[in-house]
């Protein structure tokens, strides 16, 4: 379809939301400009820089490949083997996705203090992150017409290799969405790699914050990320690649076959039960520990729990509803009138994403403070905050959604007399329903544990569970932060497994 053809509407709203986005990119640039160029490359061409450089990247290159090894492993097994529950495995590997990656950093950091460092960081954020990896591609493999697969095998390839040549081709967009999320994460990443005293940009930034609150420096670090983001980016676009996934009408009314383990049974088990262990059993049972530490110390259990946990869910809820809205109209143009522009406007709002909170949360404080002083303190900036720094949660998932659902349903409906929102209400959106859930809940449980943002843009007086926990760990009470953990805990699981329910819909 034609450029020319965009809808006004959609192509509107997605330049006010790829704006809103920028705007804290073009306040850290502006902060970092006032370095002058000489200041600028004093500062950036210093051994110190060079070696967060070093970190950052390794951590990148390491944790995103094994993210997307241990989650696409993970997904086959589960979709497509004759593994005994795999069901049950389902629901296990999306539960790392209900435990906050700071949290499991605590966990570790309790059981193996010796653990630190670069291989504590790439452990902890791999088992942490592996579920985004997971989740779309088990989802997409279960919606994949086996008749491709099986034309291939009756042509005489081996089932590898007519897996290789069918399947995988079209797993590209889950699999670049799923490890752009992850990259994203790593660039931003704040607590675990505190925890796990390993430095990156990151944890530079909220020293220098922390030192110089907005100054130069920390405006110079933040710029680096911003390239380092751009490089993700670019590499995910030609890593996606253009090929359709979609198909028009039922296509095959049964699943694909299960391959059956035979030896390779109890190996993959052991994989899965692995994997399992180190995300999930590991950060459970130390908060469980602690907890009953808590328990037993009535001055380490809260007063303000509920008043807490109410908070953090109400602005969980928020910021899931404005993330999803702010994200339909880019995936919309994007799938449906693909362009320069479109794409322009869609990869825009992935820059501050790879931002720190703290960077920009205090760039719509300065914005607020100079251009909007009446939103200054108020949820409503909290919520935009949280918007910006996890719709590229909300694009994937929409993105994806769109992907799988066949455009000449929306001209069929089109032609019958439909127009505009009355297509996407009654064609597009039930159909990518799925799709609008699991955006919906990958950013409110990002919303629930998000720290240095909430810290900054919360109304006075406002708290949330991940605030609290910080507050402890910071303290070394461990038992006082228990309770905290566990909370979030339980706040998250309900909607992990409405995660996984969505993967069971997805057919």
């Known amino acids: ?45 210093r051994p110190r820089i060079g070696e967060l450089l070093g970190h950052t990247g ?79 591609v088990a989802a997409l493999l279960r919606t994949l017409d086996p008749a491709d ?20 081709p079209r797993l590209r967009p889950a699999l670049s ?34 030192v110089g609150f907005s100054d130069s420096a920390g405006s110079l670090l933040a710029s680096v990320l911003l390239v ?39 190996p993959a088990v052991l994989v899965l039960a692995t994997v399992v262990g180190l995300s ?6 130390t908060v469980a520990r602690w907890l009953v530490a808590a328990i037993g110390d009535t001055d380490a259990v809260g007063g303000d729990l509920l008043q807490v946990t109410v908070s953090t869910a109400g602005l969980a809820l928020l910021g899931g ?39 920009v949360g205090l760039a719509l404080v300065t914005l607020a403070v100079d251009w909007a002083r009446p939103v200054y303190q108020t949820v409503w900036l909290a919520v935009l905050a949280y918007a910006i720094l996890f719709l590229p949660r909300a694009m994937v998932s929409l993105r994806a959604g769109l992907a799988a659902a066949p455009p000449e349903l929306s001209e069929a409906a089109r032609s019958l007399g439909l127009r505009g929102p009355a297509t996407l209400a009654r064609v597009v959106l039930p159909l990518m329903g799925p799709s609008v859930v699991t955006g919906f809940v990958l950013v409110a449980l990002a919303v629930s544990t998000e720290l240095t943002a909430t810290l900054l843009l919360a109304p006075t007086g406002t708290d949330t569970l991940a605030l609290a926990f910080w507050r402890a760990t910071g303290e070394l009470d461990y038992a006082a932060a228990a309770p905290y953990a566990a909370v979030m805990i339980a706040l998250s699981a309900p909607l992990t497994m409405l995660l996984r329910r969505q993967i069971l819909e997805e057919r």
């Open 58 to 136: 390794m951590l990148v290159a390491v944790t995103v490949p094994a993210t997307v090894i241990v989650g696409t492993l993970a997904a086959w097994l589960v979709e497509r083997t004759a593994l005994p529950g795999a069901g049950l495995w389902r629901a296990l590997l999306l539960a790392p996705l209900a435990v906050p990656a700071f949290v499991s950093a605590y966990a570790w950091v309790s059981v193996a203090p010796w653990l630190t460092g670069f291989a504590g960081a790439a452990l902890v954020t791999t088992c942490a992150y592996y579920p985004f990896v997971f989740l779309p």
């Open 149 to 168: 697969e099986e034309v291939a095998r009756s042509l005489g390839l081996s089932p590898a290799a007519a897996v290789a040549r069918t399947v995988l």
């Open 1 to 45: 379809m034609r450029a020319s053809s965009r809808p006004p509407g959609a192509a509107v709203a997605a330049a006010l939301v790829a704006a809103l986005t920028v705007l804290p990119v073009l306040v850290v640039l502006t902060n970092a400009l006032s370095a002058g160029a000489e200041g600028a490359a004093d500062y950036l061409l």
């Open 228 to 266: 380092l983001c751009l490089l993700a980016l670019t590499l995910e676009v030609v890593a996606r690649g253009r090929r359709r996934v979609a198909r028009v009408g039922s296509g095959a009314q049964r699943p694909a076959s299960r391959v059956a383990l035979g030896a390779w049974t109890a």
């Open 321 to 359: 509803a404005a993330a999803i809205a702010a994200a339909l109209p880019g995936a919309w143009l994007l799938n449906r009138h693909r362009s320069a522009l479109t794409m322009v406007l869609e990869r825009a709002t992935y820059l501050a994403s790879a931002l720190p909170g703290v960077v």
């Open 280 to 285: 999930l059993v590991v950060p459970v049972a």
């Open 177 to 210: 969405g799923g490890a752009l999320l992850v990259a994203l994460h790593l660039l931003a990443e704040y607590g675990v790699l505190e925890m796990m005293r390993f430095q990156t940009f990151t944890t530079a930034i909220m020293q220098r914050y922390a």
